[in-house]
């Protein structure tokens, strides 16, 4: 399948255990985010937003947690099944400067479920 | 329905051609969007259309372009080749793009060129 990164910090967690994957984003301003699950081969798939004025979000087995403070962001998945491993990837939307919005990707995390 | 297609998956230039990539966006999608994927630099923004505009651009050079059809299928090109330009690129379709918050979208395949 498709590398989509040689250098991607890499969770490895057992199978029935919680996965909590992190994110710093940049833009203060940024007033969006969202987490994508990337397989091998494929193309980016959406799990879960949330919008800035939100601190928590939760849907099916994935929670995603805001903390404006520190502009962190993080992704928990309950009881992690094999079929989750996977590139993830957490993306925040810029409000335009200049007309213009800006979709900024984080750079990764690969996570490998062991059976 | 059907999902994000593009064209070709595979392709393979030599430095200082051009190419043009293909998507066709799901049935309904106005708002087709364009990122280039690389190891070193991860997935990046290169511009949305809508309704056959360019609405949101990232930080690439003018080499990129693109347009879109009344029919919402999008073609963007790479002039001049350069070896860095090797990379997936993926196209995303949506019903609002990105000026619509909550408005999901749905990822091709993606194209992956190399340049020789």
């Known amino acids: 399948g498709e590398s989509v990164g040689l250098h991607l910090p890499t969770l490895s967690v057992q199978e029935g255990d919680n996965s909590i994957i992190n994110c710093a984003y940049s833009?203060?301003?940024?007033?969006?985010f969202i987490w994508y699950k990337q397989e091998s081969g494929k193309g980016p798939q959406f799990i879960i937003d949330?919008?800035?004025?939100?601190d928590k979000r939760q849907g099916q087995r994935v929670t995603v947690l805001l903390n404006k403070t520190v502009k962190h962001l993080s992704l928990q998945i309950a009881a992690t099944q094999p079929g989750d491993s996977a590139v993830y990837f957490c993306?925040?939307?810029?409000?335009?400067?200049?007309?213009?919005?800006?979709?900024?990707f984080g750079k990764g995390t690969k996570l490998s479920v062991i059976p | 329905k059907a999902g994000v297609t593009q064209t070709p998956r595979y392709l393979i230039k030599t430095r200082g051609q051009q190419v043009t990539l293909s998507c066709s966006p799901i049935?309904?999608?106005?708002?087709v969007s364009w990122y280039q994927q690389t190891p070193g630099q991860g997935l990046q923004f290169l511009f949305e259309?809508?309704?056959?505009?360019?609405?949101n651009k990232g930080n690439f050079p003018g080499r990129f372009s693109g347009r879109q059809f009344s029919n919402s299928r999008s073609e963007m090109n790479v002039s001049t080749l350069e070896l860095g330009d090797s990379a997936l690129y993926l196209c995303?379709?949506?019903?609002?793009?990105?000026?619509?918050?909550?408005?999901?979208?749905?990822f091709g395949p993606g194209t992956r060129l190399t340049v020789l």
């Open positions: 995303a379709s949506s019903l609002l793009g990105l000026a619509g918050d909550g408005d999901e979208q749905f």
């Open positions: 833009n203060s301003a940024s007033d969006y």
């Open positions: 949330i919008r800035s004025n939100m």
């Open positions: 993306a925040e939307k810029v409000p335009p400067e200049a007309g213009s919005y800006q979709l900024t």
């Open positions: 049935s309904g999608h106005r708002s």
């Open positions: 259309y809508f309704s056959e505009t360019q609405r």
